[in-house]
């Protein structure tokens, strides 16, 4: 707070809850982006908990204070500049450079999708009096794919790799009772309990990150990427 970060929300075991510097990582992944599509070389970068709202999966970055960072080299021999301009509400990374250093095409996908199965816990306490459900979901993973076209025409692909941690379905039975506790049990192998979770997962919405700047300053400018918004 005295560095002059607000409170908002962040994601801890899987939760929302109140914290300083809380979309922060808006920012991070907005820097990523812009990395990414400037050939910049990514040393460390972490996805999220979960999948977030403002970007498609595969493309953020978190950070956190003390243990989770983003970093990236300008592998150019020339230096670069990063611009930052904050315009009615958006934000606005640039990172900026030589004309020959620029690349001819850079290109993003994201594929090889594959679920991460989550399980169904059954617990007792005797102090309830009617049994408690904290659904939920199922754990995403995933490969960032960037092609690089140089100047030269020679080719570069690196893949980054994105793990989204799956969330127990928690049920606390009121009771000891044998036929609750396998009654919970059963209800663990339900045919479509999650799938409705996992299809919400699967079609987050985001805000497209690779409008390029027109004007006159774009034979140097090696790219730029509009932050996310809520």
Same mark, same amino acid.
């Given at each position: ?22 979309? $922060?990582? %808006? ?20 996805? &999220? ?28 021999? &020339? ?28 290109? $993003? ?27 939920? &979901? ?17 080719? %570069? ?13 928690? $049920? ?28 919400? $997962? ?29």
């Amino acid at each position: 707070a005295e560095a002059g970060y607000d409170d908002a929300p962040v994601i801890i075991d899987g939760k929302l809850v109140p914290g300083i510097g809380g979309g $922060i990582c %808006q920012v991070s992944s907005t820097i990523f982006n812009t990395a990414l599509l400037s050939g910049m070389n990514i040393v460390e970068r972490t996805p &999220h908990f979960e999948p977030v709202g403002y970007i498609q999966a595969g493309r953020d970055a978190t950070v956190a204070w003390g243990y989770l960072d983003f970093k990236f080299r300008n592998p150019y021999q &020339h230096s670069i500049y990063i611009l930052s301009v904050m315009n009615n509400g958006t934000l606005t990374i640039y990172i900026i450079g030589t004309a020959q250093d620029k690349p001819k095409n850079v290109s $993003i996908s994201v594929g090889d999708y594959s679920e991460i199965p989550n399980k169904t816990i059954t617990k007792v306490d005797p102090s309830l009096k009617e049994k408690e459900v904290q659904e939920g &979901h199922v754990g995403l993973k995933m490969n960032t794919y960037r092609t690089i076209t140089y100047g030269n025409w020679v080719t %570069q692909t690196d893949s980054f790799e994105s793990v989204y941690d799956p969330v127990d379905t928690i $049920i606390t039975m009121p009771t000891t009772s044998e036929a609750a506790v396998k009654k919970g049990e059963k209800k663990k192998q339900g045919e479509n309990e999650f799938y409705e979770v996992r299809d919400s $997962i699967l079609s987050v919405a985001w805000v497209p990150t690779d409008t390029p700047l027109l004007g006159q300053c774009l034979d140097c400018l090696l790219y730029t990427s509009p932050s996310p918004r809520d």
